[in-house]
């Protein structure tokens, strides 16, 4: 399903706002402002079902707002969004979670003084000890309970957090507990997960294993939208990128057309966005030269723009 | 010095009626605070509503069962106008809220214009409300000596009122328990670590947050009946500092368990009686007189709450591992 969903977007146009075959999200008008400054502004977007999209842009490009607004952690100015063709602008974070549109946050958010299990078990649907009065008689949720704890056990092996399971959250490590928030969000079984920063702070060791989580979910049908700046992520599993520049859409396409286009380079990239920084060929000398004679020609374009 | 004397003082406040009401208001206090997170800082309100809503009631001549869910009312609705307003804000709006309301309840229960319902200042007599209890009591008339113990039956602060007031406790104990253990407490829990986690889950993180400062509303809304059942209604004795004294308890014993406000309890009424008995015994009167006495064991109180927050924040059964973790 999910090679038909990546297959049908060949067709579409590389231009911000393109219309997808199959959009399982779709937003119109989105604006946010903080005062005089206007975070998001997004006229237009679609999100293939059963795709990986990716959100990219400079740091204040209003990915995180955007994230925020779609998922109900924050009110927008004006603008309307459906989700599964079902209208989400209003809805409170709850009820956006509970309609299958599950996130995670770029600061993770552990909760620490509880068990990596409990984190797990919290994640759940339909567990019907949450409510008060049935929490007071164990024979109604202790079945539910059990297939919850079996599903925990599987996920939690599956992000190699199983021999943690006792431990308290706050014990892990940052990349460990970026792991724990993406299998505590895939709890409920979300049709779409929006993860933010699914990369930062994670040792790259755990990197490959993560993208290949990311892989998989897609493969099993979930939609996965995330922001992340690690161009090498993007490019190696994203299906579809979406750039963003001061709160706008600015540009759509597979990852290896967008990084291409030059207004993407020239907002977000730069011209040595592939240059790995800590390549040790930067040590050389006439690396260097060619490096300061760029920066100077850049400078004397901008002055006589200026002008 | 007579030690027996001290000794069977000091161990008649661990299961005073009096004992037992503060650990059953530590018990709703840690259902806000322990469990939830929620900074109420008028339990004493809570606790005041409660006994005026019962006295009050029984002096109406309405039976028992009636006063007691006029209480329960009283404390729900407390709760409620409590709540909507702040539950949506950060917790520190709702620590200033409860203050500032418990002591309007506080004031607004003393005035003169209210004289015929309240008693103002000078409060409700114990005589006039205590008449449905005393009769409900299988003990009969008289009173029992049992050790060094001797009590009325049935009267006031009769051996009845223990009994009745420490297996609420217990039953409050066990309802806390039972909750803990539950998704429901598990809820509560996530809501006490990271709201913005539990709400990205799909749980409607204002409706738990409402239910458990109602829950633990009412339950201190009991604790005020079994607090004014051995005496009078006095307004002025259910103020700020009780609220601060209900907080200590629970620091003392450990938020966030079980037993943890009921041993608070009984440490807390125990220690300050002893400090109260040895001074008087030990301390000439030239050196200190006896309400210098009084007022120096609230000192020790104060000291104590002091090095207890900064060397022992979990209290004496709190899991140290579960503290040691840097929140966020």
Known sequence: MSAEAVAALAAVPHTPGAPKPDP???????????????????????????????????NGAGKTTLFNLLTGFDQPNSGSWTFEGRSLAGVSAARVSKAGMVRTFQLTKALSRMTVMENMRLGAKDQPGESLARALVPPLWRARE???????????ARFKLYEKRDDFAGSLSGGQRKLLEMARALMSDPTMVMLDEPMAGVNPALTQSLLGHIQSLRDE??????????????????DWVAVMAEGRLVAEGPPGTVMADPAVVDAYLGAHHDTDLGDDALLDESVARQLEREAAAEEQAHEEDQR | MDFERILVTVAGELFAPTTAAYALAAIGLNIHFGLTGLLNFGQA??????????????????????????????????????G?????????????????????????????????????????????????????????????????FTYSNSFSNSWWLRVVAWVVVALACLLVWRLMRSPWG??????????????????????????????GGVIGSLAGILYVLPRAVQPDSMGRPMTFWVWTI??????ATVFGPVLGAMLFWSVLMLIRVVGRAVIPSSVMSTAQIEQFGWIIVGVTLMLLVIFRPQGILGDKKELAINVR
Request: charged share 15%.
């Open chain 2, 186 to 215: 598990r809820v509560l829990k996530g809501i006490r670590e990271d709201e913005d986690a539990v709400r990205s889950l799909g749980k409607n993180v204002y409706a738990y947050k409402m239910q458990a400062l109602i829950l």
């Open chain 1, 221 to 238: 049908g979930t939609t996965v939208l995330f922001v992340e700046h690690d161009m090498h992520m993007v490019r190696h599993i994203s």
């Open chain 2, 84 to 148: 909507i307003p702040t539950l949506k804000l950060r917790g520190d709006y709702l620590a200033i809220v409860t203050i500032a309301a418990a002591e309007i309840v506080r004031i607004v229960g003393r005035s003169t214009a209210l004289t015929n319902v309240t008693g103002a200042s000078s409060g409700l007599r114990g005589d006039s409300y205590k008449q449905t209890f005393h009769a409900l009591s299988p003990f009969g008339e008289g009173s029992t000596t049992i050790g060094p």
């Open chain 1, 24 to 58: 399982i999200l779709v937003a119109d008008h989105v604006t946010r402002r903080f005062g005089g400054m206007t975070a998001v502004d997004v006229q237009h977007i679609e999100v293939q079902r059963g795709t990986i999209t990716a959100l990219i842009g400079p």
């Open chain 1, 146 to 156: 059990t297939e919850i704890t079996a599903k925990a056990e599987e996920l939690l």
């Open chain 2, 250 to 255: 629970l620091l003392l014993g450990g938020a």
């Open chain 2, 45 to 82: 309100g809570f606790m005041l509503l409660g006994a005026y809503g019962f006295a009050i009631s029984t002096i109406a001549g309405w039976p028992i069962w009636a006063a007691l869910l006029v209480a329960v009312a009283c404390s729900t609705v407390f709760a409620l106008i409590l």
